[in-house]
């Protein structure tokens, strides 16, 4: 009952909320935000508990305000991915300035193919759509199935329309097809500040142990493609902004696991620069570190 509600309820989004007037999204967007982060639920609880160590000195207060801008920020997500498909190409055109864009179309024009790698900061899809209509350059990512069924084929194709290749996170293909888009020239997009498989890589994120995916730096080091962490973040404007940070470089020397290691670390630095700087924009509601992950051991 739970899984059709879900999918009744993100099918309504995608056939009502883009055809509201933008105004009107907005502040709808706002009001659900303030709404859900007033009931303290699970995922304000958990977003707060986040923030906490993204920003150690923040007192009670200041966490309050946090979660809140917090939860508008992840409704605005959603309000504008529901709409995007409904936007002109020059308002999806518009709608993202990065900055750094240079280390992405120098990497493609070398033709050994690009990794961006970015976590759950502002709005990836909008990002990815801005690259396929102003670049011109289709892409391939992966997505974690859902339920129901019904539900993760609305998402693949959301993103397909939007000019996205979509591969499954499960079914054990998906990193042959990537490294075989990237030895052909092609371009990778995967958030990866979390890990969906419980065998990533461990880093220090914040000052305390967190597991990160291994596939980008894997698949950088297979490949010869080239790996850029990008990070994202909203402001007061209608324009959501970013940057593509310098390459993770692959080390010269060590064993795989020892570069993949180093990399990872490299990509949780990036991605903790870009959060550090616009924590409302991270939109992780769900447990990250591995002290909140695995029970404390009693005294």
């Given at each position: ?16 909320v ?51 801008a ?20 020059t ?85 042959g ?10 371009l990778?997009c ?42 994202l ?67």
């Amino acid at each position: 009952m739970n899984e059709r509600l879900s999918d009744a309820l993100y099918g309504l989004g995608w056939s009502t909320v883009k055809k509201l007037p933008e105004p009107v999204a907005v502040r709808l967007g706002q009001t659900l935000a303030d709404t859900v982060w007033k009931r303290r639920g699970k995922g304000v609880l958990r977003l707060e508990a986040n923030l906490a160590r993204v920003v150690p000195d923040a007192g009670p207060e200041r966490l309050a305000e946090l979660s809140r801008a917090g939860m508008r920020s992840y409704l605005r997500y959603w309000m504008e991915s529901f709409r995007v498909p409904a936007w002109s190409e020059t308002r999806i055109k518009e709608g993202f300035e990065p900055e750094g864009l240079h280390h992405l179309t120098d990497g493609l024009a070398a033709g050994k193919g690009v990794i961006l790698a970015l976590p759950h900061l502002g709005n990836w899809d909008l990002a990815g759509a801005w690259v396929t209509r102003n670049l011109g350059v289709p892409f391939t990512t992966v997505a974690e199935r859902l339920k129901p069924e019904t539900l993760y084929d609305r998402f693949v194709a959301y993103r397909e329309g939007l000019g996205m290749e979509v591969l499954p996170h499960t079914g054990g293909s998906a990193f042959g097809t990537l490294a075989r888009r990237l030895r052909a020239g092609g371009l990778v997009c995967l958030v990866a500040d979390r890990d969906l498989s419980a065998s990533g890589v461990e880093v220090t994120f914040f000052g305390d142990t967190a597991r990160m995916p291994a596939g980008p730096a894997i698949l950088a080091q297979q490949t010869g493609a080239l790996l850029l962490p990008v990070t994202l973040w909203f402001d007061a404007t209608p324009v959501m902004k970013g940057r593509v940070h310098p390459p993770v470089e692959v080390p010269e020397t060590g064993t795989r696991a020892e570069k993949t290691s180093l990399m990872t670390q490299a990509l949780a630095d990036a991605f903790a620069e870009g959060i550090a700087d616009h924590p409302e924009d991270w939109h992780m509601l769900q447990r990250l570190w591995l002290a909140d992950l695995e029970p404390r051991e009693q005294s």
